[in-house]
């Protein structure tokens, strides 16, 4: 399949979704989760990925990998030649859009399986691409729409609202302060002590909850941090100073395994530092 690509740019109508199109062979996707919902689907070749507790799922060419909000995935080549893909990454707030217009009732839609087979699907979603990639927005956004409201129609449920109603009180409080403590966070006695837990209890509470221990978690909502603030300007190296990455390298590691690409890739395809940028570029 040629060498690893990767261009991660915005939908050309609503620059709250990103777009990324990429062939991956050795790239490997770190354990991690997004506010938004993931739409895949897959070019050519294969990919393998975890999904929340449910295990080890594949996804061949042609079918839809989907992956609800909050829900910790991983993500890595599932044969020798890897696997090409283009990904949609709405916000809650545009899917509920959608779904309202449909007439769904209140509450967030909610997609039963992360592998989906669906070549109608799967064509509008590639159509969304194509536009976006030509920066045709009203064909874009249309599309983007029409793709949304096909698979919320044949694929989606709704769920209530208030997710983190059943989260441990202890676990909630630890979230909060990890939220609040981005740089110098507490070690996991600090933590446990603070909300009135044993260490280990509260280990094994946040893993089982959130998906991810404490410090992993951490470092996820770091990254998005870092990604608001390249969004806003700031250079990388400030960007992992101000939100507890050791360094750059260590803000650019883990940055391209949650979104593919690194720091400066992100920022130049999004026309962030450079006067009359525009269209995605390739990181690779």
Not at 11 to 18: K, R
Not at 131 to 153: F, N
């Amino acid at each position: 399949m040629g060498a690893e690509i990767a261009h991660h740019y915005r939908h050309p109508a609503l620059p709250e979704v990103d777009l990324l199109r990429a062939r991956f062979v050795t790239h490997r996707f770190t354990r991690h989760t997004h506010d938004g919902y993931v739409f895949g689907v897959i070019d050519a070749g294969v990919e393998e990925f975890e999904h929340g507790s449910g295990g080890v799922e594949r996804a061949g060419a042609g079918s839809i990998v989907v992956v609800n909000p909050g829900v910790v995935h991983g993500g890595h080549a599932g044969a020798p030649e890897g696997w090409a893909y283009r990904v949609m990454y709405p916000p809650v707030d545009v899917v509920t859009g959608v779904a309202a217009d449909l007439g769904a009732r209140p509450g967030t839609p909610a997609f039963a399986g992360p592998v989906l087979s669906d070549p109608a699907a799967a064509g509008l979603l590639r159509a969304v691409h194509r536009a976006g990639e030509k920066g045709d927005a009203l064909a874009a956004s249309t599309l983007l729409r029409t793709a949304l409201a096909d698979l919320l129609t044949r694929h989606a449920r709704i769920r209530p609202d208030d997710v983190s109603a059943g989260m441990p009180a202890a676990v909630r409080e630890a979230r909060d302060i990890l939220h609040a403590n981005l740089v110098g966070p507490p070690s996991l006695e600090r933590l446990a002590e603070a909300v009135g837990a044993r260490p280990f209890a509260l280990l094994r509470a946040f893993r089982d909850t959130v998906g991810l221990p404490p410090h992993a978690y951490l470092n996820q909502v770091r990254v998005r941090r870092a990604r608001a603030l390249l969004d806003e300007g700031l250079p990388p190296a400030d960007v992992a100073a101000g939100t507890g990455f050791a360094d750059q390298a260590h803000l650019t590691r883990h940055f391209k395994r949650t979104f593919g690409v690194p720091p400066g890739a992100y920022r130049s395809a999004r026309g962030i530092g450079r006067v009359g940028a525009r269209g995605p570029r390739v990181a690779g």
